[in-house]
């Protein structure tokens, strides 16, 4: 790519200073930097923090600086080979919930910032959403609000730093499926720039948090973070400022320490710094009950002219020397031309020329992964040219670590109202349901969302349903809208979609409102977790003669997954022979040696069993005298010391208390120290006694000279 000089681009924040790829290319690196958490602790429960609040502040846009990455798109636009034009049947999903979310008058909450950043997860029982500076929680049941609205930066309520002090926005809530923890991040954009994470100690979205602060060199813009098996994944676009302007570096790429982080342990963080001609990259993000496969890198994607670009990221967290960014692999995809002019701003709305951010520019969250097991898919989506409006474009890909595939892809848009800002996920059994923001000159801003089954026709969606139609337009200048919005799998079913994105209840500005719905496609029919297997732990043990051993029991689902909540006790048995058992698992072996015996953890009419081994418990049969010998002069002193031993060779633990005796020659404490007499002689005999057992050393007295 040709060089360019440098040159300044106008935003609405600050004035931002955009290099050219090639000049910045120089700072990537080939390596991994290596960034441990400044800082870790344990919170108390969030339910006991008092919720921070809002600050009190002028109405003001959030930061979002431009990456002005070429996009190159055809002039005049290319026909959209794959653009969907018309749909059938209305989308055939089963409704949910479908409550307010965090926003201008709801729970008491005013808008100071904008835009909100729609962003959120549901976990077992909640549904966790974020919108910029604030978060609440809310019953997944009923949609009642249980904690908030607060402030971000509760989470890091006495935590001390930049992470407490500030609230940046620019957030992410995720829910671990495979830990059932919940993670929550949100970027320090104030120097020193940290990058802080708070992963609960349990399912309970109000519960405590492990909190980490990852001290960053450069303004980390944009991130995205995202769940995998080794790791958690995320991706930013980091700048330098120089005075008020600010220089684009390139995306950045990083993994940070999820097992360590799962039980609260210092952490750290690899990162790889791309170059200015790669930005806003999206790191995978794992579905389902079904792990990616062994050794399997999280996959990170942006899309280029008519394609979508690959890399493959690979952490080792014993040895950053072995942590690998490889890539891009470039697919091709249908023709595209990112909407409004490369990216910008033109989607109209009712009853005013106020017009909104298409956020063209980039894919948008999430980059949701899931392995069905005879193959693997990502489906993602961003936003296009459609004819004379704007539509979604979605994909899926399948092989992604051997040969990427686009197994389908569509751009939807039915009619001539403008569709962007959308976020796209698949359920246990392959559908796929696509939200997203809709308006034109005709209609308020809006909330919709369609998808569609394994059996409709490759690349197309069903009609749309609509979750909420706006009431109200965005006026005075402001233009920005989103930056995202969020859809998430109900990690229970395995099959309810949870969306949640932003409208405005009536016409001004920053006065948005959010929403958060679900439903999800009868043909998803895993149903709810079932008792299926129960494991005890540990499998097997060796327990000596009247001694203990606890045992533990854990229930699984039929999807594999730990029970959450557990059953609320289990019913425990042992061999009669073998000995004793409490109903908590604590196993008290019986007088006489035996075995295997088999232990039992019962519930529900599922069983899980251990094997347990009563073995004889110690017998003191020798001891052991050193030195065995030694020769001391007249009126000097020796030190004898003794072991114990079992009858199985084993020093005996404790030790016994010994009684010490000389038959000559001097005299002995009973610590073992021996004084020699005035006369030479011996040799004597040093007895150690204990229970009836001996055990002997010699004692040579010598002439003092």
């Known amino acids: 790519m040709r060089s360019q000089p440098l040159r300044i681009c106008i935003g609405l924040v600050l004035l931002t200073v955009c290099s050219s790829p090639v000049l910045m290319a120089q700072r990537a690196k080939s390596g991994p930097e290596v960034i441990t958490s400044k800082r870790h602790d344990v919170s108390a429960p969030l339910r006991d923090i008092p919720p921070v609040p809002q600050e009190p502040e002028t109405k003001r846009e959030m930061h979002r600086h431009e990456t002005d990455v070429p996009l190159l798109a055809p002039s005049p636009a290319l026909p959209d080979p794959v653009l969907q034009t018309s749909a059938g049947p209305l989308v055939a999903t089963t409704a949910g919930l479908n409550f307010a979310g965090v926003g201008q008058g709801d729970y008491g909450y005013a808008v100071g910032v904008a835009p909100p950043d729609t962003n ?76 802080c994470v708070a992963v609960s100690t349990t399912s309970d979205a109000t519960g405590s948090y492990s909190r980490y602060a990852f001290p960053m060199s450069n303004f980390p813009d944009y991130p995205k973070l ?32 999820r097992s360590q982080m799962l039980v609260g342990a210092t952490a750290t963080m690899h990162c790889f710094q791309q170059s200015s001609s790669v930005a806003s990259l999206l790191p995978s993000d794992l579905d389902g009950r079904s792990a990616p496969p062994s050794g399997s890198p999280d996959f990170f994607m942006n899309f280029g002219t008519n394609s ?62 899931r392995n069905f097991g005879d193959h693997e898919s990502l489906v993602v989506n961003h936003s296009v040219t459609a004819g004379s409006s704007v539509g979604v474009r979605w994909y899926e890909l399948r092989s992604p670590n051997a040969t990427p595939t686009v197994f389908q892809q569509g751009t939807y848009a039915p009619d001539a109202d403008y569709r962007w800002m959308g976020s796209v996920a698949m359920d246990s059994v392959g ?132 029970m959450n909540p557990q059953p609320a006790s289990f019913t425990w048995s042992v061999n009669a022979a073998a000995g004793t058992i409490s109903q908590s698992g604590l196993f008290t072996a019986g007088a006489t040696a035996g075995g295997p015996f088999t232990v039992t953890a019962s519930s529900g009419g599922v069983n899980g069993t251990a094997s347990v081994t009563v ?44 009684t010490w005796s000389v038959n000559g020659g001097g005299t002995i404490s009973q610590s073992g120290l021996f004084t020699a007499g005035a006369t030479a002689g011996g040799p004597f005999t040093v007895t150690a006694s204990s229970g009836g057992v001996n055990g002997t050393a010699s004692v040579t007295v010598r002439r003092h000279h």
Not at 172 to 178: E, F, L, T, W
Not at 532 to 553: D, E, G, H, L, W
Request: aromatic share 14%.
């Open 120 to 195: 959120g997860a549901v976990g077992a029982t909640q549904f966790l959403q974020w919108v910029n500076t604030s978060f609440a929680v809310f019953n997944k049941s009923t949609g009642a609000l249980v904690y908030g609205p607060a402030a971000g930066n509760t989470f890091w309520s006495g935590f001390g730093g930049p992470c407490e002090t500030n609230n940046s926005g620019d957030i992410i809530a995720q829910y671990d499926k495979a830990a059932d923890r919940w993670v929550a991040m949100q970027p320090v954009f104030t120097s020193p720039y940290q990058i």
């Open 226 to 257: 995202a769940v995998w098996s080794d790791a958690y994944y995320m991706s930013s676009n980091s700048f330098e400022f120089i005075g008020p302007f600010s220089i684009f570096l390139g995306a950045n790429a990083c993994a940070l320490d």
């Open 308 to 369: 979508l670009n690959l890399w493959k990221f690979h952490a080792d967290f014993a040895n950053s020397a072995n942590s690998t960014f490889t890539g891009p692999t470039s697919i091709a995809v249908a023709a595209f031309s990112p909407p409004c002019n490369g990216g910008g701003t033109c989607i109209p709305q009712l009853g005013t020329t106020q017009q909104l951010d298409s956020l063209g520019t980039r894919l948008m969250y999430r980059l949701a992964y």
């Open 431 to 562: 559908d796929i349901a696509v939200g997203y923001s809709a308006s034109s000159s005709a209609i308020n801003p809006g909330i919709r969302y369609t998808g569609r089954v394994p059996s409709d026709p490759l690349g197309t969606l069903e009609a749309e349903s609509t979750i909420l139609a706006g009431t109200g337009s965005q006026l005075s200048s402001l233009s920005r809208w989103g930056d995202y919005s969020s859809m998430s799998v109900d990690p229970v079913d395995d099959c309810t979609f949870w969306y949640t994105n932003e409208y405005l209840k009536a016409d001004g500005t920053f006065n948005w409102s959010t929403q958060i719905a679900s439903f999800k496609f009868p043909s998803c029919t895993s149903g709810p977790p079932v008792l299926t297997s129960i494991k005890v732990s540990p499998s097997s043990a060796s327990v000596q003669t009247n001694k203990t051993q606890q045992f533990t029991a854990t229930a699984y689902d039929q999807f594999g997954n730990a």
């Open 615 to 658: 073995t004889a418990a110690p017998v003191l049969t020798s001891i052991k005298v050193s030195p065995s010998s030694a020769s001391v002069q007249t009126s000097k002193t020796q030190q004898f010391t003794a072991t114990a031993y079992d009858q199985f060779g084993n020093p005996m633990s404790p030790q016994p208390a010994f």
